[in-house]
């Protein structure tokens, strides 16, 4: 079977490679095997690849944060699960043809749904709705502002707290995202720049912001500390500028901001199973019924991982790359 490795840390698409490895074998009994039917590119797997990532694997590596795949075959012990069912596996490692996993680790997902969605289901959804509710208990009508809006997580932020009757800034680099965004149901679209908390005051009648979610860190933290009420939250979960988080002495004294961080994977290992399968289910149930969905910019099969990452790895996307390990999706 084929898998995605990388043997040195280094420029993703020129380290990546597809290769042969043997089969996963019969599961366990309380295993299950599963076909990768798809898996995107994020981020932290390119962080990954150039050794910049929290976590640095011993070389060469297998990596990927998410699938979604097909049960082809389980253990004598596995309950819930049959043979054609599609589920998310919670573990790392996806970016391979075939899994064998721990039944425990899987998440049943609805089969009547496009994969491509549920391939991206396990890392930027619960990341918008943990942030949006782990940190301030924003009432309906209330506004909230982020930053990298036409994001994967961007996306996800825009329509839960449309979905929660939650007003949204939408902070982007970029002219020409307004209509995609707005159309999404984001309130109000502002590309970046120094008067930043000028336009924001402006365009939400002055609202007193009590939440700011931050993937960019550097000084875009200051331009949306300018926008936000005294003792609001800012929650930086990315790392895109390069540059640590920064505030100004009149932010955290007269203003009194809190910055904090959010990570997904210590988040997950403190829920409890059935809290985690509880938000997947409310959040696969989001995709099914459409008021969940992230664009997609292209799909490549696994032989051509280096193009699929080279892509990625690229600025002004359209939206996600993802690859379809086991052949094109019907
Ligand atoms: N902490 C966590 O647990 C966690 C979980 C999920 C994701 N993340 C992080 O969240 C961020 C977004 O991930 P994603 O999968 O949603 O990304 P994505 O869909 O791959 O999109 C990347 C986005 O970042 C924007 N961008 C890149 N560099 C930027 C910069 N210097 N300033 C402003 N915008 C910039 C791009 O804008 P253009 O279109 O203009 O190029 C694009 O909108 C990443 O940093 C990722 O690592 C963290």
Not at 187 to 197: I, K, Q, T
């Amino acid at each position: 079977m084929k898998i995605a490795q990388f043997s040195a840390f280094g420029k993703p698409d020129e380290v990546i490679r597809c290769v042969d490895v043997d089969d996963v074998g019969a599961p366990g009994p309380d295993e299950a095997v599963i076909d990768v039917l798809a898996f995107p590119i994020n981020p932290a797997d390119l962080l990954t690849i150039e050794g910049r990532y929290a976590l640095r694997p011993p070389l060469p590596a297998r990596l990927g944060a998410e699938c979604v795949g097909r049960v082809i075959a389980r253990g004598r012990d596995v309950r819930g699960l049959v043979e054609g069912d599609l589920v998310i596996p919670l573990d790392r490692d996806n970016w391979v043809q075939r899994k064998k996993v721990k039944a425990a680790q899987l998440v049943k997902v609805p089969s009547n749904v496009d994969p491509l969605q549920l391939a991206m289901l396990k890392v930027n959804p619960p990341t918008a709705h943990l942030m949006m509710t782990k940190y301030v208990k924003l009432q309906p009508g209330e506004w909230l502002i982020q930053d990298a809006a036409n994001s994967g997580v961007g996306h996800c932020l825009i329509q839960i707290a449309k979905a929660a009757g939650i007003r949204s800034v939408n902070v982007v680099r970029r002219d020409g995202l307004a209509d995609e965004l707005k159309a999404l149901g984001g309130d109000v679209v502002a590309v970046d720049g120094p008067d930043l908390g000028e336009r924001v005051r402006a365009a939400t009648n002055g609202a007193a912001i009590r939440l700011a979610i931050d993937a960019v860190g550097g000084e875009q933290i200051v331009r949306l500390g300018d926008c936000l009420t005294e003792e609001a939250v800012i929650v930086n979960y990315g790392l895109l500028s390069g540059e640590n988080p920064q505030l100004t002495g009149h932010q955290t004294v007269f203003k009194r901001l809190w910055l904090t961080g959010f990570w997904l994977m210590p988040t997950l290992q403190r829920m409890a199973p059935a809290e985690i399968q509880e938000m997947y289910a409310m959040l696969a149930g989001r995709i099914a019924g459409g008021s969940l969905r992230v664009p997609v910019e292209a799909t490549y099969p696994i032989e051509q991982i280096a193009q699929a990452v080279a892509q990625a790895n690229a600025y002004r996307r359209t939206g996600k790359v993802l690859v379809t390990p086991n052949g094109p999706l019907g």
